[in-house]
């Protein structure tokens, strides 16, 4: 797989002839780009605003990369329409986030040198958030950090936008709580930085509730083996479990759940649960499955229909499904458009002070960031069969 698609404008080669075979995700490619290599990317014009795309492609969350990207690219045909971002085209490159750490970090360092990358948009874990915002610091390049996460992030330069567990867990579990009497919990997460901070936040709303944790576990990333961890579960008897695996891993989760009958007697609810991994869970595992987002695809309003008809009409009928986590990377995008028309600037210290305090829309709707805290507004759903209805705003 290539490490970097590149999108041009319309009319003009995505890379020169000696580039079309190189693997930026390879120390090989550290050789120095040839004098006519050197002259493509300068004729491609200074004026271009070049932004590097960092989606998972690969691994666990790999299955929301076809919707992330192609978010990505819907976002910039149309603010490219509108004449771009303060005038700027945007010249899109989208980079693999999934694999080792070394590697992507290795990819975003060749991506600032040899790329010219003006900033970055990130779809992808926090465990790659917190290696690459070292990269993105050192280099002063401003980085939009788009998917749900554990919230905090403070580093400068970094701004995020996901959902967060106070907004997106804590209602949750109090409508579990009041309406499903929920008190018995059983939490289980993938074994990185989001799950571990999101479960420690989660603990804390349970026990407003006057529930109680009967069991907590953390799995490695591509695990596909669940009967130890059913059995515990089992063993353990709670009332709901609390899912924070990630994209395939939740997926092979879920569907083991249900097939060894755990789902007509267990309540879940998911963290980073869309349309896409649904469909892999498959309608017979889904029973009594529920999650809370700021997007769903259901979602009845003007912004939501306007993404989804252009949608389908940049990428077709049969299109990748659109997701809450693949679409974020539409969100970023329109976040930085309205954050660099604020602040008229794409220098990092304007931008980073008109980002704190700004309203924009995306397809979610209207979200307002406030002293860099992210507002939206927030549904409740339950899976029914390969889509989710909602049951209320929290």
Known sequence: MRA?????????????????????????????????????????????????????????????????????????AEINKRGGILGREIELSIYDAGGPLDEVLDRAEQAIAFDDVDLIVGMHTSAVRVGLRKVTTRHRIP???????????????????????????????????????????????SDYVWPWQSHRAVKNYIKETGGHVVGEEFVPLGEDNHEPHLARIRAARPDVVLISLIGTDSITFNRAFGECG?????????????????????????????????????????????????????????APPIGSLGQSSYEGLRFLEAVANKAGSL??????????????????????????????QMYLAEADGLDFKLIKPV
């Not at 003009?12 to 550290?30: C, E, K, V, W, Y």
């Not at 014009?45 to 919707?67: D, E, H, M, Q, Y």
């Not at 210290?349 to 979200?367: E, F, S």
């Open 4 to 76: 970097t698609v590149n999108f041009p404008a319309p009319g003009g080669p995505a890379l020169p002839p000696s580039m079309l075979l190189r693997n930026l995700s390879s120390t090989a490619a550290d050789g120095a780009l040839s004098p006519s290599d050197h002259a493509f990317f300068k004729r491609r014009g200074a004026n271009k605003l070049r932004i590097g795309g960092f989606i998972c492609c690969t691994g666990s969350p790999g299955v929301w990369g076809p919707c992330g990207t192609n978010s990505a690219q819907l976002a910039v």
């Open 143 to 189: 980085y939009i950090y788009t998917p749900v996460y554990e919230g905090g992030e403070r580093t400068p330069g970094v701004m995020a936008i996901g959902e967060t567990p106070r907004w997106q867990s804590r209602p949750s579990i109090h409508w579990l709580a009041d309406v499903k009497k929920a008190q018995r919990w059983y939490l289980i997460g």
């Open 262 to 318: 755990l789902g007509a007697t267990t309540l879940r609810l998911a963290g980073a649960m869309d349309e896409t991994v649904l469909l892999g869970i498959g309608a017979d595992n889904s029973e009594n499955l529920f999650c809370a987002s700021g997007y769903f695809s259901g979602i009845g309003s003007r912004a939501n229909d306007d993404f989804q008809i252009s949608y389908r009409a940049m990428f077709g009928p049969n």
């Open 347 to 376: 220098a990092m210290t304007p931008m980073l002070a008109a980002g704190r305090n700004i309203v924009y829309g995306g397809a979610r709707g209207p979200v307002t960031v406030r002293n860099g805290h992210t507002r939206m």
